[in-house]
């Protein structure tokens, strides 16, 4: 019997607007070899002709050990997929929908860098155009099943308050915290892939729930967190220990939840007749409310395998910016943009009130489209080295905060001596990482041994902005640029930034580190703090705090 051969992609050529939907065939059995054929589809299209569920799972590191078949052919993929893809299968056993779906390891032909790069721009539309997101956590287990089983108890706010008082729910609550730190959440791209679904499904083992009623329970265990945490206290179980959890909010599945309710304003959808279906909006309806640089500053919780996608993976998400296969000559818009302010006023004139209507919309339409192109087109380039993307994002950042602060941030991968985005599997050589450029190893919080975020540093002084607003601004109304920190006249500057300042004071006297947060002795003298009975002094305790509550707000007083 001839041996099948590996997969040749058909080359997707200049259909940019294109991608590959994985029609998975049927099987009798669960275990059955996986097999497909793929068709095309124009992700650019508003239409229902072809609905499609995306796949939003871990890719891992284990071995190509299993494989799905196209037509005579294999491509060898992992075993976190293939269970994926087994479950999405039986799944849809007996419904009468064909069993399309998209998943980027397979979709995407990973060894071509410019195919690649060119279906990232568009990840953003193939996930909020997918008529399902399915969530796979991976294999179930009988803790997994507990954890998935109790978020409909966390949702009856009559039972909450008991379920944090009794003793015999503590082993629940543990399996909710388990399932919490599966290998998922620390996905940098499942940010957007959440984000941009306009309905999502989150499976682990046999059991599946909507995501939003799981959000909506990480979201009252994180406010429950101190109480539960006494409950713990209380239970000899778990050897009476109130941080047995670790830090629940610090934990990505946390951040996950908040950030992804944060990051668009969504258009009022319209009020039907009951039964109708109601329209599926395009992606660009989906206004972002954050900037690159407060997304760069939020996200150290969630990794990456590429780099480059440190960046990549969030330019879809900011205000002022697009990823983008090509750099496309941006319009003039400044006459239509004076246009619109005017059809307003013009249209108020007319007594025809169908063409008052349409003049309207018409203003609202241009203004729009202005704010589009404004937004900075990021060249998605998997043939660029790392350090390149990230000095583009600096000066990025720099130009429109026009502030030094993304210096002091930790936010880049620090090792990229493997660093293997070249193309015809040529290797780059990596450059190291100057100083300005952050290193996530300074980030506040990390997993531990036993998965169970702790803190490892103080939060960074310049922190993210709380509610819009920066804390500290120790430059005054000085304003950095990017022609100042990477000059144009100097193109070869390499791997350094330029940058100007003042003497703000002098330290006069200096005390030794804080090792793992416990304040020394020596500091309460340096603050004249003698009697531990008074109230620390109000410049120490201010300093020690970073002048702000836990959530960046203004500290008590």
């Known amino acids: ?143 997994s099943d507990l954890g998935m089983g109790f978020v409909q108890d966390v949702l009856n706010l009559k039972k909450l308050d008991r379920l944090i008082q009794d003793p015999n729910t503590s082993r629940k609550w543990d399996a909710l915290s388990t399932i919490m730190r599966k290998k998922w959440f620390s996905r940098r791209w499942v940010i957007q892939e959440i984000a941009h679904a306009e309905k999502a499904i989150l499976c682990c083992g046999k059991i599946e729930i909507k995501w939003n009623d799981f959000a909506n329970a990480i979201g009252l265990f994180v406010h429950k967190a101190h109480e ?108 239509l943009v004076e246009l619109a302010k005017d059809l307003p006023e013009l249209s108020n004139r007319d007594d025809d009130g169908r063409k008052a209507k349409i003049a309207k919309k018409v203003a609202a339409a241009l203004v729009n489209f202005e704010q589009i192109v404004a937004r900075k087109q990021f060249k998605i380039d998997y043939q660029k080295s790392a350090f390149d993307v990230y000095k583009e994002l600096v000066a990025h950042i720099v130009s429109t905060s026009q502030s030094l602060d993304i210096i002091c941030l930790p936010w880049a991968i620090e090792d990229v001596a493997e660093d293997q985005g070249a193309a015809n599997g040529r290797k780059v050589d990596a450059t190291p990482l100057p100083s300005w450029i952050g290193r996530l190893l300074k980030k506040p919080f990390a997993l531990n041994g036993e998965n169970k975020a702790q803190r490892i540093h103080a939060n960074p002084l310049v922190g993210a902005r709380y509610q819009g607003i920066r804390q500290y601004r120790a430059s005054g109304n000085t304003k950095a640029s990017e022609d100042e920190v990477f000059p144009r006249e100097l193109t070869d500057s390499g791997n350094v930034l330029f940058a100007r300042g003042f003497k703000l004071g002098d330290v006069s006297e200096t005390r030794g580190v804080a090792p793992s947060g416990a304040i020394p002795s020596s500091w309460l003298k340096l603050a004249d703090w003698n009697n531990l009975n008074d109230s620390p002094p109000d410049a120490f305790w201010r300093t020690i705090v970073a002048d702000r509550a836990h959530d960046g707000s203004d500290p008590p007083t």
């Open 228 to 335: 539960v945490n006494r409950l713990f206290q209380r239970d000899s179980g778990f050897f009476n220990n109130p941080s047995f959890l670790g830090e629940v909010n610090a934990l990505a599945a946390t951040e996950l939840v908040k950030i992804t309710t944060n990051l668009f304003r969504r258009p009022l959808r319209s009020t039907q007749e009951k039964g109708m279906r109601q329209p599926k909006q395009p992606v660009e309806s989906l206004q972002p409310l954050q900037s690159l640089g407060d997304l760069i500053s939020w996200f150290l919780s969630f990794e990456v395998s590429n780099p480059r996608d440190i960046v990549y993976a969030i330019l879809s998400l900011s205000r002022d910016t697009k990823p983008s296969e090509h750099l496309e000559p941006l319009t003039d818009t400044t006459k």
């Open 1 to 143: 019997m001839r041996r099948p051969e590996p997969f040749e992609y058909e080359d997707l050529d200049n259909r940019t607007e294109y991608i590959r939907l994985l029609k998975l065939h049927s099987a009798i059995h669960y275990e059955d070899t996986l097999s497909g054929t793929f068709t095309f589809k124009e992700v650019s299209k508003h239409t229902d002709d072809l609905n499609y569920v995306a796949l939003s799972y871990h890719w891992g590191l284990d071995k190509l050990d299993d494989f799905i078949m196209i037509g005579s052919k294999y491509i060898r993929i992992r075993a976190n997929l293939a269970s994926a893809l087994r479950f999405f299968r039986q799944r849809c056993k007996g419904t009468t929908q064909p069993a399309y779906i998209w998943v980027d390891a397979v979709c995407i032909n990973q060894q071509d860098l410019i195919e690649r790069s060119s279906q990232v721009s568009v990840m953003a539309r193939i996930y909020h155009g997918a008529a399902e997101v399915l969530i796979w956590l991976g294999e179930g287990d009988d803790n």
